[in-house]
């Protein structure tokens, strides 16, 4: 069976990120910190408002991480607060969720440094 370019591609980047996983690593405090930060500063825009905040560290792989809101509908009444939480992340997207709710996901990466680029 041959295998297409893109194919390769996929299969060259996979490699790059497990060899990338496996190497002995550090904590980045600072990452963390941002992480923890947006999470805090989201906790507190959804009070009271029926939306589920959540974070996850070291997942889906040990140098990344998340903070996530899911609900039926999102409105946020203070919007610097929201754009700092969202400027903290590496990456945002929202999208919509087969069960009728939507979820926003901010995601960070580097949270942990191999000690061969320390």
């Given at each position: 069976?041959?295998?297409?370019?893109?194919?390769?591609?996929?299969?060259?980047?996979?490699?790059?990120?497990?060899?990338?996983?496996?190497?002995?690593?550090?904590?980045?405090?600072?990452?963390?910190?941002?992480?923890m930060?947006?999470?805090?500063?989201?906790?507190?825009?959804?009070?009271?408002?029926?939306?589920?905040?959540?974070?996850?560290?070291?997942?889906?792989?040990?140098?990344g991480?998340?903070?996530?809101?899911?609900?039926?509908?999102?409105?946020?009444?203070?919007?610097?607060?929201?754009?700092?939480a969202?400027?903290?992340a590496?990456?945002?997207?929202?999208?919509?969720?087969?069960?009728?709710?939507?979820?926003?996901?901010l995601?960070?990466?580097?949270?942990t440094t191999?000690?061969?680029?320390?």
């Amino acid at each position: 069976m041959e295998h297409t370019d893109e194919y390769k591609e996929i299969d060259r980047i996979a490699r790059l990120i497990e060899e990338e996983e496996s190497k002995i690593a550090v904590v980045n405090a600072e990452k963390v910190n941002r992480l923890m930060e947006a999470y805090l500063i989201l906790k507190e825009l959804t009070r009271g408002t029926g939306l589920s905040v959540s974070y996850k560290i070291h997942e889906p792989f040990k140098s990344g991480g998340s903070v996530s809101v899911v609900g039926g509908s999102m409105e946020f009444k203070d919007i610097k607060r929201f754009m700092t939480a969202v400027r903290l992340a590496s990456n945002f997207e929202a999208y919509p969720k087969t069960d009728g709710t939507v979820c926003m996901t901010l995601s960070f990466n580097g949270l942990t440094t191999p000690i061969d680029k320390l």
